[in-house]
């Protein structure tokens, strides 16, 4: 186990730096001098060009990525053109939102998916088990955002019971959560009562009840158990979508972490902001997946030794 | 192979298939008859009928500047369908010369290609989307570059597979032996092989790209008002959601019932054409 983590600890470092050269590239491309962003409109020249070596932008590309790299390793992500602050300072103000809003998402996720995956297998064909699969079917058509504002117009335009938007109170999280987790609790739903209703058919699952241990048992302790390195699998495919998801659904509720954070930057062309925070969800997803695989290890040892 | 008449036959008995080919057609069919359905023209302001709720006269009422939602609803059909069919064309179009060349060549073009694939896969494809913007500028143009972009890691990858057992094939070797050169058969013999996954991936896509068109177009980095793009009339309409929710209502029902079409349709032609997948 420990050779496989090493191992896969060692194949990240090429995925991390391939991330740094796709932001590096585009913060290249983007039309546009950083160092006149940095100074403003009105500054005049010599500070322009005292910026640009401060920063390295007079060296060739190669050198310039080398102080990129090495400031990242330091957690320079440069400064934002709109606010003078470095990039870092204000992710770091606004991430824990987004892990805050992607975990209580994942937890709904994971409670309703594999709650209603194990009870659709156990009663398979039954109205429970039709009308979950119909609500999957939906689940992964309807858009984030439109049913964002469908919860929104329930639940706080209608029925009074939650804010519409980022308040600053505890309630403000369910919203938001729950558009962000429906998504993922269809999936995870889906793959659960799939690999359970594999399970459930196997010569061990019939021999556990032919010894009469209880149903709850069977199903809880010999079925799931076998189908959850699966499921932990599209559990961790899931971490990828909600980030995605994270940047639509802050939008929509306006909360302020750092998927709102990024489309604010868009608009007001502040691209150190942009691939700073682009560039730290792409670590934070590779990442994700590393764990999911150590995961999936623990959960099934033969992974390890293949 | 399977004569298309036979191919039609098996599909019209799959119910998945038929209802998801049917919503895609109705769809396609409305976008395309829209200036005889509605009397009305999508950008056309009426200050006096502003936020007007439901009615004979608009079925699915107003928005804040007094245009027919039912008008702009059925014109953003035309814009959302193109972005995503234009985008999912060029994408596809590279991904499966890439994944063909990569998977029929191999050595060290497949393992560079696939190498670059595996880092385009690490971001998802709103983060991708985000960045080529940041490049581009807002606008329908960069999405439809966008959804190519991620589009290409897709193709490549699945014509890739699909090619590297179909090079082994016995008819390919025929072909070899009776001396025909290697970019002819990869062509001619092994690229009309994979257009069943082909098929079954393009309709799968559609409807992916019609959620990133949909979901840029809300955020502000895609179409730009006052076009009617479905994600961008959901956008505007947010400030109304309290006075006047049927302009939130029926561009969102829009896109997942077209989205619900492509994907059952999507389904239907895996389970036909390749039931590997199904699992």
Known sequence: MGAYALKRILQLIPVLLAVTIVVFT??????????????????????????????????????????????????????????????????????????KLALVSICIAIVLGIGTGILSATKQGSWFDTVSRLVSMLGVTV????????????????????????????????????????????FIARMTRSCMLEVLRQDYVRTARAKGISERIVVLKHALRNALPNVVTVVGLQMGSLL????????????????????????????????????????ALVIVNLIVDLLYAVLDPRISYR | MESFFGFCRRLSRNRLAVTGALIVAIVIVLAAVAPWISRYQPEAMSLASRLKPPCADHPFGTDE??????????????????????????????????????????????????????????????????????????????VVVAIAIFCIPVYSRTVRGAVLSLKEMEYVEAARAIGRTETGIMFRHVLPNTLPVLI????????????????????????????????????????????APWVSVFPGLAITISVLGLNLLGDGLRDLLDPRLKQ
């Open chain 2, 200 to 243: 079954v991936q393009t309709s799968l896509m559609l409807a992916s790209a019609m959620l990133v068109a949909s979901s840029l177009s809300f955020i502000g980095l895609g179409a730009q008002p006052p076009t009617p793009e479905w994600g961008a009339m959901l956008a505007s309409s947010r400030a109304y959601l309290r006075t």
């Open chain 1, 244 to 283: 995605g998801g994270a940047i639509i659904v802050e939008s929509v509720f306006a909360w302020p972490g750092i998927g709102l954070m990024m489309v604010e930057a868009v608009a007001f062309r502040d691209h150190p902001v942009v691939c700073g925070t682009v560039l730290v969800a792409a670590s």
């Open chain 1, 143 to 186: 858009p984030t955002f439109w049913l964002g504002l469908m919860l929104m117009l329930i639940f706080a335009v209608r029925l009074g019971l939650l804010p519409t938007m980022y308040t600053g109170s505890p309630k403000d999280i369910i919203l938001p959560a729950f558009t962000l987790g429906l998504n993922s609790t269809t």
């Open chain 2, 65 to 142: 500047m007094g245009r027919d939602v039912l008008t702009r609803v059925l014109y953003g059909a035309r814009i959302s369908l193109s972005m995503a069919l234009g985008g999912v064309i060029i994408g596809g179009t590279i991904g499966t010369v890439v994944g063909l060349v990569a998977g029929y060549g191999g050595g060290r073009f497949d393992s560079i290609t696939m190498r670059i694939m595996d880092v385009a896969l690490a971001f998802p494809s709103i983060l991708q989307s985000i960045l080529i913007i940041t490049v581009l500028g807002p606008g329908l143009q960069s």
């Open chain 1, 26 to 99: 585009v913060m290249k491309v983007i039309p546009g001098d950083p160092a006149r962003m940095l100074a403003g409109e009105l500054a005049p020249l010599e500070q322009v060009e005292a910026i640009r070596k401060e920063l390295f932008l007079d060296k060739p590309i190669i050198v310039q990525y080398w102080h990129y790299l090495s400031g990242l390793l330091r957690g320079d992500l440069g400064y934002s053109y709109r606010s003078k602050r470095p990039v870092s300072e204000e992710i770091a103000a606004r991430y824990p939102n987004t892990v």
